[in-house]
């Protein structure tokens, strides 16, 4: 193995010495390949160049293998790329580009800066377009969640909330506007997923999330999004997602702190049970109307859960499983803390 490369290496140097094009030196290497192949195939066991060259041929076949496969990623990814720019370019110059693949031309440019991202590429987007996200709340949370993520491009969002349009929601629930005071929140947010990406399939529940309903509504999505505002609601939200095996993203903010976090037990995260076990005492468990909040405060705590969906739904980065992401919005401090499973939880610690 060290010595094939070894050779690949002087070959590689001696190409570079040689200002030798960089197709010409990977053709040598894949003679190289080649050759050495060859050797595993014709040798006989134990011989002393088949040794020092692997030794097997079905190492350098898993080898070629992964090879191709990452060519073949980056190829994808370059003709996605490549056609992301065409249209713009067609744009740019008026002239009709034919469409391909499972998006049209004019969601390929309504997704061209997201598709240009090698973590997302074409297909996160198609996993983004594939992704049923139910969102509980449609309030100063939901808001940016379901702006963004409509944004995006996430196939269908779900919105359960039992509420109207209140004026004292218009400083921190920037999804509705002040037409629309008086109308459930669901179909105010709807209007305004519509206006700005068709393409979602919208679906509002005016109603409240109840232990009756919440098993059967979560086994038609994929990933919960708990936007909630009270300890029993999440603990409901909680519990049906660790019956049903549904991730939930999570955030809360209380004042001018907010935390989010990813709960997941069927894939090693703890769940809402595991950290908060007890409901608070009445005078710890104050809501946004007893304790007030300044209105930007749930819309950074809802765009990173935004943020986090995505990478979920991509598999991009590095997401929230097992750490709780803390922000101070009075002091502009961030901080991370581990947060573990509860063997003796109530709620997932028999799965
Ligand atoms: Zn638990």
């Known amino acids: ?16 010495l040689m200002r030798v094009p960089h197709a010409a030196r990977f053709y040598m290497l894949g003679l190289l390949f080649v050759i050495v ?9 134990g011989h002393p160049l088949r040794e020092a ?44 580009v034919q469409p391909t693949g499972p998006f049209s031309d004019e969601e390929l440019e309504r997704y061209a800066r997201q598709i240009t991202l090698p973590d997302i ?17 449609a309030g100063g949370i939901g808001s940016p969640v379901l702006l963004y993520l409509a944004g995006a ?22 999804i509705h506007t002040d037409d629309n005071q008086g109308m459930p929140k669901v179909f105010s947010a709807q209007q305004a997923v519509k206006a700005l990406n068709p393409h979602v399939d919208l679906r509002p529940y005016h109603r409240a999330l109840t ?32 019956a049903t095996g549904r991730p939930v993203i999570a955030g809360a903010i209380s004042a001018w702190e907010g935390q989010v976090t990813i709960y997941d037990p ?9 950290l908060f076990p007890k ?33 979920h739904i991509t598999g991009a980065g590095q997401g929230l499983r097992g750490r709780m992401l803390i922000y101070d919005a009075l002091h502009a401090e961030t901080r991370n803390v581990r947060v573990a499973r509860r063997a003796d939880c109530t709620v997932c610690g028999d799965i």
Request: include cysteine; charge should be negative; proline fraction near 5%.
């Open 37 to 45: 192949l060859a050797l595993q195939i014709i040798l006989p066991d």
């Open 211 to 242: 232990p009756e309903i919440a098993e059967t509504l979560f086994n038609d999505y994929d990933l919960i999004l708990d936007g909630t505002d009270t300890y029993q609601a999440r603990a409901m939200v909680g519990r049906a997602a660790t």
């Open 53 to 96: 060259t692997g030794g097997s041929p079905a190492l350098w076949l898993m080898i070629a293998g992964g090879v191709v496969l990452g060519l073949l990623y980056r190829l994808g990814w370059q003709q996605l790329k490549r056609r992301a720019e065409a249209i713009e370019t067609a744009r740019a110059e008026n002239a009709p």
């Open 266 to 274: 069927a894939d090693g995260a703890p769940c809402f049970a595991c």
């Open 121 to 137: 590429g074409g297909g996160g987007q198609r996993a983004l377009k594939e992704a049923r996200v139910l969102v509980v709340g």
């Open 279 to 311: 409901a608070p005492s009445p005078d710890m468990a104050a809501t946004c109307s007893q304790t007030g909040v300044i209105g930007a405060l749930p819309g950074v705590i809802g765009t990173m859960m935004a943020v986090e969906t995505i990478k």
């Open 153 to 174: 491009g996430v196939g269908r969002l779900g919105i359960i909330d039992p509420d109207t349009v209140a004026l004292s929601n218009l400083h921190r629930q920037v």
């Open 1 to 16: 193995m060290l010595f094939v490369a070894f050779l690949a290496a002087v070959l590689w140097g001696i190409g570079a």
